[in-house]
């Protein structure tokens, strides 16, 4: 059996040890206040974690930016499509089948084209037309959501018109003896004032000129009939069978 003891001094060394005063510890916090190690670790840390949050806006703000731009010119192309179309042709359709086309029918805009206000997005006349459209889509972020950013937005409109500045049409009416069997000339003067009627209605004041010309073998249009196609009145195609000698 093996028997431990402890020599009086030291027992009485142990038993009389005393808690540090108050100014030893305020020395050790000091101490520990001024300790700079492990200080470069925590400044790595926050300058990381702000090249993180500044790397990631770059990030998306560039993946905006080329979303916003195949957006912008995809409805460009779109709309001169649609201007371009000839007369009769409804522009909406080419519009809409173009950003289909494209994957981004999604993102087209109701176009306005009813004729019910005047506001409409699309306007045709005979030497006219004029597509406006716009589009709005939005993108989910990579990094930036961690900023409390989650979805980025891109906005596109886009107007094309055609215009052709002077709309000449010339009218061969045939009035020669031929035509005064099964009443062509009655008909000639009914398709001839609803074409022309058609095309004035069409176009604005000023870009539409319609001239006539008479045609028939040893006969000419007299003047005076000349001087009122001139006006530009359309009542003058009825007298068609009176102004030709």
């Not at 009769?88 to 981004?104: E, L, N, R, S």
């Not at 206000?117 to 005979?126: A, F, K, R, W, Y």
Request: overall charge positive.
């Amino acid at each position: 059996m093996t028997h431990f003891s402890m020599k009086p001094d030291t027992w009485h060394s142990l038993s009389s040890a005393k808690p540090a005063p108050p100014h030893a510890r305020g020395s050790r916090l000091t101490v520990f206040r001024k300790d700079e190690d492990g200080a470069v670790v925590a400044f790595t840390l926050f300058a990381l974690l702000m090249m993180l949050i500044v790397g990631g806006i770059a990030i998306d703000t560039m993946r905006q930016e080329m979303s916003r731009a195949r957006l912008q010119n995809t409805l460009d192309n779109a709309v001169l499509a649609g201007a371009g179309a000839p007369y009769g042709t409804k522009p909406k359709p080419i519009v809409q089948d173009f950003m289909a086309k494209a994957g981004m029918s999604a993102y087209l805009n109701e176009i306005d084209d009813d004729g019910l206000d005047g506001d409409d997005d699309i306007i045709q006349t005979l030497n006219t037309s004029k597509v406006s459209a716009t589009a709005k889509m939005s993108m989910d972020t990579y990094l930036m959501h961690l900023t409390g950013v989650k979805q980025l937005g891109a906005v596109a409109a886009s107007t094309a018109e055609r215009r052709v500045p002077k709309l000449e049409v010339a009218m061969v009416l045939d009035v020669s003896g031929s035509m005064r069997n099964n009443q062509k000339l009655v008909n000639l003067k009914t398709a001839g004032k609803a074409f022309t009627t058609s095309i004035l209605n069409s176009s604005s004041t000023g870009d539409a000129v319609i001239s006539i010309v008479p045609f028939q073998l040893g006969r000419r249009a007299r003047p005076a009939y000349l001087r009122r196609a001139g006006s530009g009145r359309i009542a003058d195609l009825c007298q068609l069978p009176s102004i030709f000698r």
